[in-house]
């Protein structure tokens, strides 16, 4: 199984500035064939289901505010937001999608500061 | 319009098997590429995948759970159906069903979207 790491366990950050989570896959996630990494970022709020923010590792899904943003390349990879708002308070799971068993990481839990 | 919803029962006992559906709309299970996944959350705890149905009926599941699972389709209903048998209290958690969508381009992508889940509990 690809095992999925991240880092912190959790942050706090003060409105309007950054905040960074970090993901680290066993192995890699790339797959040669298209050059696409396999590596989405959700973000989860209480009570509700996971809401897909970034896939392959970079791509912004359909109205997920441009504050959002991955990147990364290898086995590492990183979620930004770039001006923290208050509605961005939640738990962040990345997830890769190369394989099966698919696989979470443990999450990172941003509050404000 | 990509809805997905899951039903089945609030409390089980140890032992009994759990059935649960997924109920979709605005896409077909019939569609070339496409999946529906499970993923479960016990409470306060990270996401867990479990199992996965394609558009051609092909399946897999959680090496740690194959066992005990068993994913089906029925594609005029828009239902897939999760069965796990011998539920335990550490099978306690939300079990939620995602849509996997598929393009000729890129081909599969991650869950993009996912029904609100349904909190199973297991307890005598």
């Known amino acids: 199984d690809i095992v999925m790491t991240q880092s912190p366990d959790s942050l706090a950050v003060s409105l309007g500035e950054r905040a960074t989570i970090n993901c680290k896959s066993s192995q890699s996630v790339l797959y040669s064939s298209n050059n696409k990494y396999y590596l989405a970022w959700y973000q989860q709020k209480p009570g509700q289901p996971p809401k897909l923010l970034i896939y392959w590792a970079s791509t912004r899904e359909s109205g997920v505010p441009d504050r959002f943003s991955g990147s990364g390349s290898g086995t590492d990879f990183t979620l930004t937001i770039s001006s923290l708002q208050a509605e961005d308070v939640a738990v962040y799971y990345c997830h890769q999608y190369y394989t099966t068993p698919f696989t979470f990481g443990p999450g990172t839990r941003v509050d404000i500061k | 319009q990509i809805t997905l919803k899951e039903s089945g029962p609030t409390l089980v006992k140890p032992t009994q098997t759990l059935t649960l559906t997924c109920t979709f709309s605005g896409f077909s299970l019939s569609t070339t590429g496409v999946g529906v996944g499970w993923i479960r959350q016990p409470p306060g705890k990270a996401l867990e995948w479990l199992a996965l149905?394609?558009?051609?009926?092909?399946?897999r599941y959680s090496p740690s759970l194959k066992s005990r699972l068993s994913i089906t389709r029925d594609t005029s209903k828009n239902q897939v159906v999760l069965t796990m048998t011998n539920m335990d209290p550490v099978d306690t958690a939300t079990y939620y069903c995602?849509?996997?969508?598929?393009?000729?381009?890129?081909?599969?992508?991650?869950?993009?979207?996912w029904g609100q889940g349904t909190m199973v509990t297991v307890s005598s």
């Open positions: 149905i394609y558009w051609n009926d092909e399946k």
């Open positions: 995602a849509h996997r969508p598929y393009d000729n381009i890129w081909g599969s992508y991650a869950f993009d979207i």
